[in-house]
Each structure stands twice: as structure tokens, then as C-alpha cells.
């Protein structure tokens, strides 16, 4: 790379560096990738963001790390790519437009199917690439040439033909069975597509009287509304309080009919009164029960929610929950209620709507899961596909375990449409392509399925179609499976496990080896990130205030072992002082370097010979050699707090605290040592704070994009531990001399000489070579040894360091003048504490409100702070 043509800023400024780099990549052609089995493959494919989207702390988290990890493997030289794509998000999509079309006075009906599909797909060429600026200016680099769309013309044909196999397969069918139906939406929902909350709601227990009056069996329910739907009451067989009522018939008590009393083993006795209404039209335990025993299903409540005709006149049209109210006002009047009492419903909600979810029965189409789920249970079974932290495999397995079957019909406009066809005979043609005629009878008049496919089907087949699927690409025959699959929790189910099964019925193996699945970003005191809390944080604003680097540091450096990250703005302020340091340091050099002061001897860009090493030097290659191959470690192991924390303290503190300041004493191997640790650290470091590497990299003259350079080999051969604990030594003496010069009100001027009494031989030796070390850290000039207490000054202040005094000498009017001062501070501050104590000991902690007890709380121990450090101080004065 040529020389920089401007000169480094002063400060570090991001928005200055951060602009250009990410066009410069992108020229540079560094984040396309052809197949090249040659390497081995290192593959990520893109959780697909909703068209809708905007990025938000889940991109942050989840996307973040699949930047680092194909920037890691780019530098390792393997076939690195990270694909991107979008998904069409259908029923997110269609809500947007409709709120659109709301705005205008319109519905979708007012426009028609197709202007609204026209619509929908102008929202993509308007709105689709909002999201993808953002990911360029969190640095994130996909390999753009390849992006997908969900509805893109090849994955649109690919999920047809998957629809089409499965049909002739028996695996997609059609039936009535109880859906999850959202009346708001006017659509059927995936089991996954349904939010359970707890809500107060009330349990009813209503009285169902046997045929000749007698008192018949009590039930409690919390919907009475469906009681027109009931087919049966049931109970458990051993119960003894209903065995003479098994097989005998009671009455409905709001519409007059006779239903029987049934025994099941899945009633809980210890339910109510141990009696249970079996509903299948309105619920999917009871429908399963009817199955059991033949039961039909009936519906009395319509897709608008409203009661169907099928009940009495009264009822009729009514909204569901007004219904309810009428019921126990009708149950009341009819004596049937028995008692009422508060109870916690588990309430299904639209992901979407948030609107009430009513089981209804409808005629849809479902996949056969069974089929597909027990592969992909063998596969996480073996260990082919594998879960990071390894606790989400249990949360995979106990979901196929109990799959049900899928419904995948979806009754809105915006997705993929189902490739079915009616003929007035009530035949069914399923083809790939519009058929002329029915399959069965011939007629040419076909009404084409208006529903759409869930819009996880398609991103189900992810992995493969983005890889050219059905046809056999180079990329499919290179890059599947994908090496890892990044993502978030909450999408196990509706999303990877679909992912799972597709990729082993079409593509013929797991989609990907590992699932790493990210943690989920609080805020700082532990909440969930919403809208109404409006505690949500906006990464674009991160990258505004503190840079995108910070951003991705702090994002990162604060994701521990996949537990969830309260997530603290303080450490993107952090990162950004962090990406300072590290520019005043390659400012030092290069200021160094250009004026003479050290002597670096350019265009030398090699280590000199290690024989000329000095311990400084020996120091910190080992310190780089070590983190070289922690950093190499932790990234391999997913865990990238440690790889952002282990290169944060060797560069902060022991390469810029320590090194350079060392480095400003003349020392001939220092110049090309601190190129070559600063360039060697900014490689380690570039995978997670990509720009203000680049832009040092640069700075620091070395050839070519680091985005393009080899990762940093551990060279063993530095590996120092000699040097390691000298230096250590060293440093805490220093830190010791440091720590008193310190002390408030020490006159500077006597602290040239230093005093160590008791220091073993080796500490001594250490002191008598290093004296720049200790002369440029401590400000040392004299030290003396004094071997008995003759040598020690008369006045002085002192510190321990193991069996070790260190003294630094001082007048007698500063120790006389300090002890006063210092014994009125501990007397005073004794004082306040003892009487919060007396305080804290009454029934002040009961009566006064929660707030002020803690303030006094942590007075006091702020008090009990003070008290420690002023003894600790009172005791170092002689
Ligand atoms: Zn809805
Ligand atoms: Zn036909």
C-alpha cells in the first residue's frame, strides 16, 4: 500500500477512518470468495434480516461474531465466505403495507391482490437495503455478489419443487385440524409464530346436571364461551368421585344437549374438581382426547371471532370475549355456576399482534413432520450437529420429540403461493408449473390455492438454495454443509430446526456442523430491550458516538459463556479509549521513529536477532507469543470475551503502560520490536475492531490490506518465562515506588532516592542491570540497599512487598504533619460509622423506606473504605 497521504490526527476519530476503509475492501475485492476446494472451507450463512428490518442489538450480537469468525479464517488462508441475504418476512412485510394502505383509508382488499403484491415488492427496492448500509457501517463483510433474496427467482423455484417432492412423497397433506388462527392477522399461525404469556384471568366452575336432574359432575374452565362446543366431560379413570358417572350422560348447561361423561388418563384429578370439558373444536389437548374416543369436533367460534351461528340466537355475532361475559351471566341466571376464583391463564398471542390466538379447526396444509424430525434428532444424537453452549441441544431434542405436524398454509397475500390447483370436482392438482388441466378429471377450469406458504419454509432451505439448489453448483459441492450457523435463541425451533431437517431430506446432510447461538443483550439492569420499556439501543447510534469498532469491542468483550449480556454503554466508551491508546501508540512510534529518538532503523521490518535482546524485549515477545496463541485459542472456541479481553490488557497495559514507555530510552532492538508487536497485535485484533486496524496497519507501513494478511503464527521459540517473572518482579517494585509517590502531599522533590530492605539476591540483581526499566517507570535515580536497619531513613513512608520494604524518605515535618491529619480523618470517620452503626442495629431498617436504609448501607461501607486506607497510610509513615 502506498504511504498515507495525510497525516494521523492528534486523536482517534472513527468517523474520519471508519468512511473509507469499508469502500477500500470492498475494491479490493477482500470479502468475495469463490469455491476452491483446494483450501479448506469455512462457510457462514447469514441469518436472513426481514426486509422490514433495521439493525438492532440482535444483529449486533449474532452478527458481529460471524463478521470476526470469517475475518479469522480469511487470515488463516482457508475458503472463507460469509453469505448474506434477506428474507421477504411475510406476514411482518404484509403488516407494514397494510398499516401503509391504513394510512391512505385503504385495506388490502380495496387494492387487490396483485397492486398489493406490486407494493410489497416495492418496499424491497425502496427499503430492502436500509439494513444492509447499516451492516457496512458496523463493518460487517459478507460477500455482497452473493446476496439472496428469499423471493428471488431461483429460491422462489427452489421452494416450489421442495412443496411439490414432499406432496409425492406424503409428506405435505391436506386436513381439518385445529390451527392456531389469529383473528387480527385473518391468518393461521405456526405453533412457533405463537407467544405464550401469563395472564390474570378467572377460572369458572359450572355445574353439569345428568340427565334427571341429579347433581352430575362440576367443571372448571376458563372459557366458558366454548361450552356450546363441548363433546364430552371427562375424568380420571381411578377417580373415585366419578366412577358412577362414567359412561352416563349429562347436560350442556347453556345449550340444551346431552353429552356423555368419558374416563381419560390425561385428566388431572388434581385440576378444579378433577372434571374436565373436552372442547376439541377449541383447544388442542381436548382434541386430542376426542380423538381417543371418537369424538367429533365442533366449532362455534368463526375465523373473526365472533360466535358462529351454532349457537343460541342470543350468542350469535357475538366477539368472543363479550360472549364469555354472557355465558357466566347466563350460567348465573340458570344456576349452573357454581363458584368463580382468580386464576393465571397461559395465553397463546400472535408474534406479530399481539392479538389473542384461537385454536380453530380449518382446512389446511400441513408437512408430515414426523418423517423429517427423527433424522435431524439423530443428527444432534450423534454429535454431527452440534450446539454451542452445548445446554441448547436438550432444547432442540425436547422439541422434536413432540413435534407436531406443521401447518403451513398461510392465509395471506405477501410469501410464496402455494403450487395446488382446484377443479370444480373438488380434485387437487399440485404441479411446478401452472397446469392446463386437472390431473384427475381434465377439466381446464382451475381456481389456483389463494393461501401462501409460512414464511419458514423458505428460509428452511437457507443454506442450499443460497448454494444454487436443485442445481449441483460448485459452491453446493464446496461449501455444504456451512461450517457454523450463528444465531439467537428464540429461533431454534421455527428456524435451525427446520434448517436441519430440510438440508438432510434434500441436500442429503446437516446444513452445518455447529450452532453457535448468541446471547441475548439486556439492558444494564437486566431488562429485556422493547419499545414500550423504550430502554432499546440503537447500534447506529453506538457507531455514531463511539465508532463501529468500539461498538463490535464492547459488544463482544461483554458476551461471556452465553449468558445473556447486561449490557453496559460505559464499555463502548471503554473501546473507544481503548482504539485511542492503541493510535497514540503507532503515533509514538512512527514521531519516534521520524525524529531519531529511538533508533528504528527503516525499511527493517524484521525482528532483530534475538541474541541483542534486552529483558524488556524478551518480556514482551513472550507477552506477544502468548497472546498470540490465546487469541487463536479463544476464537477457535467461539469465545470472544476472551479473545477482546486478553488483547485489550497486553496492549494497554503491558505494551503501551509498560513497553513504550520503556521504549523512550535509547535501546537498539526497541524500534523493530514495537513495529513489529504493534503490526503483529493489530492483526490479532483486526477480526474484531476491523477499521482502526486497517487504518494503522497502514500507518505502520506494512505491505498490502491487513484484511487480506496472515493471521500471526505463535512462535514457541519467544515463549520466555525467564523474562516473564523478572519482569514481573520488576513491575511490582515499580508499582510499589509508584504507589507512595502517590500519597497526597508528597513532596516531590525527595523522591529521587529509593530504599529496599530484606530483597533477595536475584530482585537486587534485577535492580542493579534494569536501572532505565526502573529509572523511566519508578523515576528512580538511587536506589540503596541497606543490608541491617542502619541504612533505613529516619523518616519515610514505606510499603510491603511480600518479605520486601520499600521506603521512599521524607522530611519529619511532612510525617508529623500527616499523622495529625491523618489521625483526625480515621477519628472523624470512626465516628460517623459508629453511629450509622447504632443506627443500622434499631428498627430504623424496618420503618424507613428501602431506598434510604441502602443509601446508609453504602455510606458506611464507604466510610469503612476510608478508615482502611487512611490506617493503612497512618502505618507507612516513620
Ligand atoms: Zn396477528
Ligand atoms: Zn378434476
Same mark, same amino acid.
Given at each position: 500500500?502506498?504511504?498515507?497521504?495525510?497525516?494521523?490526527?492528534?486523536?482517534?476519530?472513527?468517523?474520519?477512518?471508519?468512511?473509507?476503509?469499508?469502500?477500500?475492501?470492498?475494491?479490493?475485492?477482500?470479502?468475495?470468495?469463490?469455491?476452491?476446494?483446494?483450501?479448506?472451507?469455512?462457510?457462514?450463512?447469514?441469518?436472513?434480516?426481514?426486509?422490514?428490518?433495521?439493525?438492532?442489538?440482535?444483529?449486533?450480537?449474532?452478527?458481529?461474531?460471524?463478521?470476526?469468525?470469517?475475518?479469522?479464517?480469511?487470515?488463516?488462508?482457508?475458503?472463507?465466505?460469509?453469505?448474506?441475504?434477506?428474507?421477504?418476512?411475510?406476514?411482518?412485510?404484509?403488516?407494514?403495507?397494510?398499516?401503509?394502505?391504513?394510512?391512505?383509508?385503504?385495506?388490502?382488499?380495496? %387494492?387487490?391482490?396483485?397492486?398489493?403484491?406490486?407494493?410489497?415488492?416495492?418496499?424491497?427496492?425502496?427499503?430492502?437495503?436500509?439494513?444492509?448500509?447499516?451492516?457496512?457501517?458496523?463493518?460487517?463483510?459478507?460477500?455482497?455478489?452473493?446476496?439472496?433474496?428469499?423471493?428471488?427467482?431461483?429460491?422462489?423455484?427452489? +421452494?416450489?419443487?421442495?412443496?411439490?417432492?414432499?406432496?409425492?412423497?406424503?409428506?405435505?397433506?391436506?386436513?381439518?385440524?385445529?390451527?392456531?388462527?389469529?383473528?387480527?392477522?385473518?391468518?393461521?399461525?405456526?405453533?412457533?409464530?405463537?407467544?405464550?404469556?401469563?395472564?390474570?384471568?378467572?377460572?369458572?366452575?359450572?355445574?353439569?346436571?345428568?340427565?334427571?336432574?341429579?347433581?352430575?359432575?362440576?367443571?372448571?374452565?376458563?372459557?366458558?364461551?366454548?361450552?356450546?362446543?363441548?363433546?364430552?366431560?371427562?375424568?380420571?379413570?381411578?377417580?373415585?368421585?366419578?366412577?358412577?358417572?362414567?359412561?352416563?350422560?349429562?347436560?350442556?348447561?347453556?345449550?340444551?344437549?346431552?353429552?356423555?361423561?368419558?374416563?381419560?388418563?390425561?385428566?388431572?384429578?388434581?385440576?378444579?374438581?378433577?372434571?374436565?370439558?373436552?372442547?376439541?373444536?377449541?383447544?388442542?389437548?381436548?382434541?386430542?382426547?376426542?380423538?381417543?374416543?371418537?369424538?367429533?369436533?365442533?366449532?362455534?367460534?368463526?375465523? *373473526?371471532?365472533?360466535?358462529?351461528?351454532? +349457537?343460541?340466537?342470543?350468542?350469535?355475532?357475538?366477539?368472543?370475549?363479550?360472549?364469555?361475559?354472557?355465558?357466566?351471566?347466563?350460567?348465573?341466571?340458570?344456576?349452573?355456576?357454581?363458584?368463580?376464583?382468580?386464576?393465571?391463564?397461559?395465553?397463546?398471542?400472535?408474534?406479530?399482534?399481539?392479538? %389473542?390466538?384461537?385454536?380453530?379447526?380449518? #382446512?389446511?396444509?400441513?408437512?408430515?413432520?414426523?418423517?423429517?424430525?427423527?433424522?435431524?434428532?439423530?443428527?444432534?444424537?450423534?454429535?454431527?450437529?452440534?450446539?454451542?453452549?452445548?445446554?441448547?441441544?436438550?432444547?432442540?431434542?425436547?422439541?422434536?420429540?413432540?413435534?407436531?405436524?406443521?401447518?403451513?398454509?398461510?392465509?395471506?397475500?405477501?410469501?410464496?403461493?402455494?403450487?395446488?390447483?382446484?377443479?370444480?370436482?373438488?380434485?387437487?392438482?399440485?404441479?411446478?408449473?401452472?397446469?392446463?388441466?386437472?390431473?384427475?378429471?381434465?377439466?381446464?377450469?382451475?381456481?389456483?390455492?389463494?393461501?401462501?406458504?409460512?414464511?419458514?419454509?423458505?428460509?428452511?432451505?437457507?443454506?442450499?438454495?443460497?448454494?444454487?439448489?436443485?442445481?449441483?453448483?460448485?459452491?453446493?459441492?464446496?461449501?455444504?454443509?456451512?461450517?457454523?450457523?450463528?444465531?439467537?435463541?428464540?429461533?431454534?425451533?421455527?428456524?435451525?430446526?427446520?434448517? +436441519?431437517?430440510?438440508?438432510?431430506?434434500?441436500?442429503?446432510?446437516?446444513?452445518?456442523?455447529?450452532?453457535?447461538?448468541?446471547?441475548?443483550?439486556?439492558?444494564?439492569?437486566?431488562?429485556?430491550?422493547?419499545?414500550?420499556?423504550?430502554?432499546?439501543?440503537?447500534?447506529?447510534?453506538?457507531?455514531? *458516538?463511539?465508532?463501529?469498532?468500539?461498538?463490535?469491542?464492547?459488544?463482544?468483550?461483554?458476551?461471556?459463556?452465553?449468558?445473556?449480556?447486561?449490557?453496559?454503554?460505559?464499555?463502548?466508551? *471503554?473501546?473507544?479509549?481503548?482504539?485511542?491508546?492503541?493510535?497514540?501508540?503507532?503515533?509514538?512510534?512512527?514521531?519516534?521513529?521520524?525524529?531519531?529518538?529511538?533508533?528504528?532503523?527503516?525499511?527493517?521490518?524484521?525482528?532483530?536477532?534475538?541474541?541483542?535482546?534486552?529483558?524488556?524485549?524478551?518480556?514482551?515477545?513472550?507477552?506477544?507469543?502468548?497472546?498470540?496463541?490465546?487469541?487463536?485459542?479463544?476464537?477457535?472456541?467461539?469465545?470472544?470475551?476472551?479473545?477482546?479481553?486478553?488483547?485489550?490488557?497486553?496492549?494497554?497495559?503491558?505494551?503501551?503502560?509498560?513497553?513504550?514507555?520503556?521504549?523512550?530510552?535509547?535501546?537498539?532492538?526497541?524500534?523493530?520490536?514495537?513495529? $513489529? %508487536?504493534?503490526?503483529?497485535?493489530?492483526? @490479532? @485484533?483486526?477480526?474484531?475492531?476491523?477499521? %482502526?486496524?486497517?487504518?494503522?496497519?497502514?500507518?505502520?507501513?506494512?505491505?498490502?490490506?491487513?484484511?487480506?494478511?496472515?493471521?500471526?503464527?505463535?512462535?514457541?521459540?519467544?515463549?520466555?518465562?525467564?523474562?516473564?517473572?523478572?519482569?514481573?518482579?520488576?513491575?511490582?517494585?515499580?508499582?510499589?515506588?509508584?504507589?507512595?509517590?502517590?500519597?497526597?502531599?508528597?513532596?516531590?522533590?525527595?523522591?529521587?532516592?529509593?530504599?529496599?530492605?530484606?530483597?533477595?539476591?536475584?530482585?537486587?540483581?534485577? #535492580?542493579?542491570?534494569?536501572?532505565?526499566?526502573?529509572?523511566?517507570?519508578?523515576?528512580?535515580?538511587?536506589? $540503596?540497599?541497606?543490608?541491617?536497619?542502619?541504612?533505613?531513613?529516619? $523518616?519515610?513512608?514505606?510499603?510491603? @512487598?511480600?518479605?520486601?520494604?520499600?521506603?521512599?524518605?521524607?522530611?519529619?515535618?511532612?510525617?508529623?504533619?500527616?499523622?495529625?491529619?491523618?489521625?483526625?480523618?480515621?477519628?472523624?470517620?470512626?465516628?460517623?460509622?459508629?453511629?450509622?452503626?447504632?443506627?443500622?442495629?434499631?428498627?430504623?431498617?424496618?420503618?424507613?423506606?428501602?431506598?434510604?436504609?441502602?443509601?446508609?448501607?453504602?455510606?458506611?461501607?464507604?466510610?469503612?473504605?476510608?478508615?482502611?486506607?487512611?490506617?493503612?497510610?497512618?502505618?507507612?509513615?516513620?
Amino acid at each position: 500500500m502506498a504511504a498515507p497521504e495525510q497525516p494521523m490526527l492528534d486523536k482517534y476519530d472513527p468517523a474520519a477512518i471508519e468512511a473509507s476503509w469499508y469502500a477500500r475492501w470492498e475494491e479490493a475485492g477482500v470479502f468475495h470468495e469463490e469455491p476452491d476446494p483446494s483450501r479448506p472451507p469455512f462457510v457462514i450463512s447469514m441469518p436472513p434480516p426481514n426486509v422490514t428490518g433495521r439493525a438492532h442489538m440482535g444483529h449486533g450480537s449474532t452478527y458481529t461474531p460471524q463478521d470476526i469468525l470469517t475475518r479469522y479464517h480469511r487470515m488463516l488462508g482457508d475458503n472463507a465466505v460469509w453469505l448474506p441475504g434477506l428474507d421477504h418476512a411475510a406476514i411482518a412485510t404484509q403488516n407494514v403495507i397494510e398499516k401503509e394502505l391504513a394510512k391512505e383509508g385503504l385495506t388490502r382488499f380495496d %387494492v387487490g391482490r396483485e397492486k398489493f403484491i406490486e407494493r410489497a415488492r416495492q418496499w424491497r427496492e425502496l427499503y430492502g437495503d436500509i439494513i444492509y448500509k447499516q451492516f457496512r457501517a458496523l463493518g460487517f463483510g459478507p460477500d455482497w455478489q452473493r446476496d439472496r433474496y428469499t423471493m428471488d427467482e431461483g429460491l422462489s423455484k427452489a +421452494v416450489i419443487k421442495v412443496f411439490v417432492q414432499l406432496y409425492r412423497e406424503g409428506l405435505i397433506y391436506r386436513g381439518t385440524r385445529l390451527v392456531n388462527w389469529c383473528p387480527r392477522c385473518g391468518t393461521t399461525l405456526a405453533d412457533t409464530e405463537v407467544e405464550h404469556e401469563d395472564v390474570p384471568g378467572t377460572l369458572y366452575y359450572v355445574r353439569y346436571r345428568t340427565e334427571d336432574g341429579g347433581d352430575g359432575v362440576v367443571v372448571a374452565t376458563t372459557r366458558p364461551e366454548t361450552i356450546f362446543a363441548d363433546v364430552a366431560v371427562a375424568v380420571h379413570p381411578q377417580d373415585e368421585r366419578y366412577q358412577k358417572l362414567v359412561g352416563r350422560l349429562v347436560e350442556r348447561p347453556l345449550s340444551p344437549h346431552a353429552i356423555p361423561v368419558i374416563a381419560d388418563t390425561a385428566v388431572e384429578r388434581a385440576f378444579g374438581t378433577g372434571g374436565l370439558k373436552i372442547t376439541p373444536g377449541h383447544d388442542q389437548a381436548d382434541a386430542e382426547i376426542g380423538q381417543r374416543h371418537g369424538l367429533a369436533a365442533i366449532s362455534v367460534i368463526g375465523p *373473526d371471532a365472533r360466535m358462529t351461528d351454532a +349457537v343460541e340466537a342470543e350468542f350469535v355475532g357475538l366477539d368472543r370475549f363479550e360472549a364469555r361475559k354472557r355465558a357466566v351471566q347466563t350460567l348465573h341466571d340458570r344456576g349452573a355456576l357454581v363458584k368463580e376464583e382468580p386464576y393465571t391463564v397461559s395465553t397463546g398471542t400472535c408474534y406479530r399482534c399481539d392479538t %389473542v390466538v384461537e385454536p380453530l379447526l380449518s #382446512l389446511q396444509w400441513f408437512v408430515k413432520i414426523k418423517p423429517l424430525a427423527e433424522p435431524a434428532l439423530i443428527a444432534s444424537q450423534s454429535g454431527k450437529l452440534r450446539f454451542v453452549p452445548e445446554r441448547y441441544r436438550r432444547t432442540y431434542e425436547d422439541w422434536l420429540e413432540h413435534i407436531r405436524d406443521w401447518c403451513i398454509s398461510r392465509q395471506i397475500w405477501w410469501g410464496h403461493r402455494l403450487p395446488v390447483w382446484y377443479c370444480a370436482n373438488g380434485h387437487v392438482t399440485v404441479a411446478e408449473t401452472t397446469p392446463a388441466a386437472c390431473a384427475e378429471c381434465g377439466d381446464k377450469q382451475l381456481t389456483h390455492d389463494p393461501d401462501t406458504l409460512d414464511t419458514w419454509f423458505s428460509s428452511g432451505l437457507w443454506p442450499f438454495t443460497i448454494l444454487g439448489w436443485p442445481d449441483k453448483t460448485p459452491e453446493l459441492r464446496a461449501w455444504y454443509p456451512n461450517q457454523v450457523l450463528v444465531t439467537a435463541r428464540e429461533i431454534i425451533f421455527n428456524w435451525v430446526a427446520r434448517m +436441519v431437517m430440510f438440508g438432510i431430506h434434500f441436500a442429503g446432510d446437516v446444513p452445518f456442523g455447529r450452532v453457535l447461538i448468541t446471547p441475548l443483550i439486556l439492558d444494564e439492569q437486566g431488562r429485556k430491550m422493547s419499545k414500550s420499556l423504550g430502554n432499546s439501543l440503537d447500534p447506529m447510534e453506538l457507531v455514531r *458516538d463511539y465508532g463501529a469498532d468500539a461498538t463490535r469491542f464492547a459488544i463482544v468483550s461483554q458476551m461471556h459463556g452465553g449468558q445473556d449480556v447486561r449490557f453496559s454503554i460505559a464499555k463502548c466508551d *471503554d473501546a473507544r479509549k481503548f482504539c485511542n491508546k492503541l493510535w497514540q501508540a503507532v503515533r509514538f512510534t512512527l514521531d519516534a521513529d521520524s525524529h531519531g529518538a529511538v533508533d528504528f532503523i527503516r525499511p527493517m521490518m524484521s525482528v532483530p536477532d534475538e541474541t541483542s535482546w534486552t529483558l524488556p524485549d524478551r518480556w514482551i515477545m513472550d507477552g506477544l507469543a502468548r497472546t498470540a496463541g490465546r487469541v487463536t485459542q479463544a476464537l477457535d472456541a467461539f469465545d470472544f470475551a476472551q479473545a477482546a479481553q486478553t488483547l485489550y490488557s497486553f496492549l494497554w497495559n503491558e505494551l503501551c503502560d509498560v513497553y513504550i514507555e520503556i521504549a523512550k530510552d535509547k535501546a537498539p532492538t526497541r524500534g523493530p520490536i514495537l513495529m $513489529h %508487536v504493534l503490526a503483529t497485535s493489530m492483526q @490479532l @485484533l483486526h477480526p474484531i475492531m476491523p477499521f %482502526v486496524t486497517e487504518e494503522l496497519w497502514m500507518r505502520l507501513s506494512r505491505d498490502g490490506l491487513i484484511a487480506e494478511s496472515a493471521w500471526p503464527s505463535v512462535n514457541s521459540g519467544w515463549l520466555d518465562d525467564r523474562a516473564r517473572t523478572d519482569m514481573t518482579r520488576l513491575l511490582e517494585f515499580v508499582e510499589a515506588v509508584r504507589a507512595l509517590r502517590a500519597l497526597p502531599k508528597l513532596p516531590y522533590r525527595e523522591m529521587r532516592d529509593v530504599t529496599v530492605i530484606g530483597a533477595d539476591a536475584q530482585l537486587l540483581e534485577l #535492580l542493579r542491570n534494569e536501572t532505565g526499566v526502573v529509572a523511566r517507570l519508578a523515576r528512580a535515580e538511587r536506589i $540503596h540497599a541497606p543490608t541491617g536497619a542502619d541504612g533505613r531513613p529516619v $523518616h519515610s513512608v514505606s510499603r510491603r @512487598l511480600g518479605a520486601v520494604e520499600v521506603l521512599l524518605p521524607v522530611d519529619e515535618a511532612y510525617v508529623e504533619k500527616e499523622r495529625v491529619a491523618l489521625d483526625k480523618e480515621i477519628a472523624r470517620a470512626q465516628e460517623e460509622a459508629g453511629a450509622i452503626e447504632r443506627k443500622l442495629q434499631t428498627s430504623f431498617v424496618e420503618k424507613a423506606p428501602p431506598d434510604v436504609v441502602s443509601k446508609e448501607r453504602s455510606r458506611l461501607a464507604e466510610l469503612n473504605q476510608t478508615l482502611a486506607m487512611s490506617r493503612e497510610r497512618r502505618e507507612s509513615l516513620r
